[in-house]
């Protein structure tokens, strides 16, 4: 995994040096600073417009809002695994493994899957009652 980081962060410096080379031909003398908020920017605002359409688009399915905290959560966890694995191999202890990650990642997943589990168990002994519920009602007013 620290081998992936490194090609990584290699290829973003490569990126990097040629950005601010081509802003320096056109005159524009950006900083390290002033290429970060221009870049920066534009990669979070196309990822909000993304986001926002594609939540705009979930939250109206039936399942909409549970999907879009599968999501949400699901990102926050990618975040927290690569936070623990770096810190991992900053500090030292345990080793920093790709393999940990996904690991970590299908944990969650897992647990998620029961959970949906126990919610479909729930739905659906709702309509079983409901239903006799309703058979009993029609029996009586019958």
């Known amino acids: 995994m620290k081998e992936g980081i490194t090609l990584i962060a290699e290829f973003v410096n490569k990126i990097h040096d040629i950005l601010i080379m081509v802003s320096n ?13 221009w870049i920066m920017g534009f990669i979070g605002i196309c990822m909000f417009l993304f986001v926002f ?7 109206k399915l039936r399942f909409g809002i549970t999907t ?3 999501f949400y959560t699901l990102t ?3 975040v ?14 345990g080793n920093m493994e790709f393999i940990d990650a996904i690991v970590g ?15 479909s168990l729930i739905l ?3 309509i079983i ?3 006799y519920l309703k058979n009993e009602s029609n029996r009586i007013d019958g």
């Not at 359409?53 to 939250?59: A, D, R, Y």
């Not at 897992?110 to 126990?118: D, H, M, R, T």
């Open 25 to 37: 031909q056109l005159g524009l003398k950006l900083s390290d600073k002033d290429l970060h908020f």
């Open 80 to 93: 927290l695994v690569f936070a623990v694995e770096i810190q991992q191999a900053i500090t030292n202890r």
């Open 105 to 119: 990642l299908w944990g969650y997943i897992a647990f998620f899957l029961v959970y949906i589990g126990i919610v």
């Open 53 to 59: 359409t594609v939540s705009k688009w979930l939250s």
């Open 76 to 78: 926050f966890m990618f």
């Open 124 to 126: 659906i002994l709702r």
């Open 129 to 131: 009652i409901n239903k």
């Open 68 to 70: 879009l905290s599968f």
